[in-house]
C-alpha cells in the first residue's frame, strides 16, 4: 500500500505511464506541484491508470489558479489531508 506522490505535468507521459506500471491495487496517486495540471478535466486520459485513486493538494492548486477547474472526479486535500494519507499508507514513493 504506497502513496505515490508525483510533480510532472501530464506532458510528461513517460513518468505517468511508468507510474502506472508500477500502480498497485491498494495504492493512491497525490498530485502536488505541476501534476496539478492533470487534476483539469482535459487531462483526465493521463489519471485512467490510477482507477479513481487520485488527490490533488489544494495548495498547489490555488498557487497555479487551478482550485475552480478540477475534475469532479479528484479529490481536493489540503496539507492535513497530505498528512492523513501518509499515515494511512505504508510508504511514499516521489516521482520527479
Known amino acids: ?10 506532458q510528461s507521459l513517460s513518468v505517468y505511464r511508468e507510474l502506472g506500471e508500477a500502480f498497485g491495487a ?7 506541484e505541476d ?3 492533470a487534476a483539469l478535466p482535459s487531462a483526465s486520459a493521463a489519471l485512467e491508470p490510477f482507477g479513481g485513486r487520485v488527490s490533488v493538494l489544494a495548495e498547489d492548486l490555488a498557487a497555479r489558479g487551478l482550485a475552480e477547474r478540477v ?7 489540503d ?9 494511512s ?5 516521489s516521482w520527479f
Open 26 to 32: 491498494d495504492d493512491h496517486l497525490l498530485l502536488i
Open 79 to 87: 496539507m492535513n489531508g497530505f498528512l492523513a494519507l501518509t499515515e
Open 89 to 93: 499508507h505504508e510508504r511514499c514513493v
Open 1 to 10: 500500500m504506497l502513496l505515490h506522490l508525483l510533480n510532472r505535468s501530464p
Open 35 to 37: 501534476a496539478c495540471y
Open 71 to 77: 475534475s469532479p472526479a479528484i479529490a481536493v486535500v
